[in-house]
């Protein structure tokens, strides 16, 4: 019998158990045990596991479960590897996102992973599809240690139904996460105790030294970053909505710009908040959930996110009182990197399936912390290229220690961690979807504006929500538009619900105009400066598309 069906029966004994895990995990185990595997579980029961077997989780008043992710409250991009092996070397742009390991260290890792699992008195196996079109989805497996992650892959992954999960059979890909269990840092390759490493080969991940769920997430969309482009399908970091009329939106952006909040509108269906694919077909979500930043969070001015917060979500990292179970949302003490895992049908206005049409307005969000960029621009399509593989946003000062004033902040295609080809290939086949599907682009800056970070307003959620609006009804398809120099931006004269002297950063800038024009060149250069990485592979269009400085 094989492993993947030794693994769905659920009538085994314990010696049948104890042979079908060691023949899963292709390894020989120290020990004989006969400890419980707890596969595809209720939501219910995983509450119980996790309140039961793990330190730090909490029922909240909403009804969500809260935990705690160890030392790591982020991801660990630094610690992430991929196989150099034979049959995708040729394709990853290796470089300071994608690093090479080595098939023995990977091999090295995999057990160390494999043996922590086989000393753990409970084991919980996840199975779930990434992908929500059938043609491309794949079966993914998690084996883990901990209820908490089964959880959250249950709320960020599709989860099949019962007949799907009956005929699952062998997964196309499967995570090992021992995540409480260090990596050898003298492995061959390491550079600490935390390791992140996927190996297309074997169709494996393996997750050492970090209890972060979010490893996982974004591991998936990582391989999902590598297949389907192999396929002739594009993979995008972005969020996606459908108006009633069955127009898609696309919104491209870098933590903190808005991505999340801005695509779940209650007059649109949410179709995904963080992953999507285009195909030939139109858009589709890779995930079957949402993993929505919660610091600051209210019912005013996120009802939809704040309201999915109940039973069945996984929050982490947030602060609560332990008498009455409120969530503080404000409070940082652990990390500003609060979030929470709920699955997509908790959003009252999700599509299911999360499938739409081919975009018709593509909207690239920025946080621009100097304060010059305009709030909205239509762009070109070589702009829409230019500003895709720039990836610009900024941080502020005080959000990193030795941060004093803002820093640009280039993440390529907005998800270089993520990406696995070079980047134009994704761009490339962006503006191909673009031309052929005759699709608007916009740049809208949801940061600072009458100035710089702490001279300057952080422009309204409300302005941000007005030009979105815009976009969707048609106004700003057949607005009159001025030329913005330097960045050679066309921006709108007026959108309605938007004070008008706000759309041009020039006329409302705080300080002297020498001022004003010191930061844009300075931006302007750091843009100029950032591209030179890409500027081999882009054509003369998207080269010129650019800030242009005399």
């Not at 659920?10 to 042979?19: F, W, Y």
């Not at 596991?49 to 660990?76: C, F, I, M, N, P």
């Amino acid at each position: 019998m094989s492993p993947g069906a030794l693994l769905h029966n659920r009538t085994l004994s314990d010696r049948e158990i104890h042979d079908a895990i060691h023949e899963a995990l292709h390894t020989v185990a120290r020990v004989d045990f006969t400890k419980p595997i707890i596969r595809n579980a209720s939501i219910a029961v995983l509450y119980e596991e996790a309140l039961t077997h793990e330190k730090g989780t909490a029922l909240t008043s909403s009804g969500a479960l809260v935990t705690d992710s160890g030392a790591k409250k982020g991801r660990s991009p630094k610690d992430k590897r991929i196989v150099d092996e034979t049959t995708s070397t040729n394709d990853i742009w290796w470089g300071p996102v994608n690093v090479q390991m080595s098939e023995n260290s990977f091999m090295v890792n995999r057990e160390r992973a494999i043996d922590y699992l086989n000393t753990r008195n409970r084991l919980y196996v996840f199975d779930g599809y990434a992908g929500w079109d059938p043609k491309y989805r794949i079966k993914v497996r998690i084996v883990c240690a901990r209820a908490y992650h089964a959880l959250f892959m249950n709320n960020m992954l599709i989860r099949p139904t019962p007949e799907e999960l009956e005929n699952f059979g062998e997964p196309d890909f499967t995570v090992f996460n021992a995540g409480e269990f260090p990596a050898n840092r003298y492995t061959t390759g390491m550079t600490s105790t935390t390791s992140v490493s996927i190996n297309f080969q074997r169709r494996e991940m393996v997750i050492l030294g970090t209890q972060y769920a979010g490893e996982m997430k974004k591991g998936i969309f990582t391989v999902m970053h590598y297949l389907m482009p192999k396929a002739g399908v594009l993979s995008l970091h972005s969020s996606a909505n459908e108006g009633p009329a069955g127009d898609v939106s696309l919104f491209f952006g870098l933590s903190g710009t808005g991505k999340t909040t801005l695509s779940a509108d209650p007059q649109r269906f949410l179709i995904g908040d963080d992953e999507h694919c285009w195909s030939a077909d139109g858009v589709f979500n890779i995930e079957g959930g949402c993993y929505a930043k919660t610091i600051d969070l209210s019912a005013e001015k996120e009802p939809e996110i704040f309201n999915a917060i109940r039973f069945g979500s996984v929050l982490e990292n947030v602060v609560y009182d332990r008498e009455t179970r409120l969530v503080d949302y404000g409070s940082s003490k652990l990390t500003e990197n609060t979030r929470c895992a709920y699955p997509i049908e908790y959003i009252p206005n999700a599509k299911i399936p999360c499938v739409g049409g081919h975009p018709k307005n593509i909207i690239l969000l920025t946080c621009d912390a100097f304060g010059v960029l305009p709030p909205v621009s239509k762009l070109s399509a070589a702009q829409a290229m230019y500003h895709f593989i720039s990836g610009y946003t900024a941080k502020i000062a005080g959000t990193e220690e030795g941060v004093t004033e803002p820093q640009a902040t280039f993440s390529t295609c907005f998800g270089a961690p993520f990406l696995v080809w070079h980047p134009v290939k994704y761009a490339t086949m962006l503006a191909e979807q673009m031309r052929k599907h005759q699709v608007d682009a916009y740049l809208i800056n949801t940061g600072w504006n009458g100035g710089a970070y702490g001279t300057g307003k952080r422009i309204a959620l409300k302005y941000s929500r007005a030009i979105i609006d815009a976009i969707h009804n048609g106004e700003l398809k057949k607005a009159n538009y001025e030329n913005y120099p330097i960045f050679n931006l066309q921006i709108p004269t007026n959108v309605t619900g938007v004070p008008p002297e706000i759309l041009n950063p020039a006329k409302t800038w705080g300080g002297s105009q020498d001022n004003f024009q010191q930061t844009v060149t300075k931006l302007a250069t750091l843009f100029n400066d950032n591209f030179k990485t890409y500027a081999d592979k882009a054509s003369q269009e998207v080269l010129a598309a650019g800030p242009r400085l005399s």
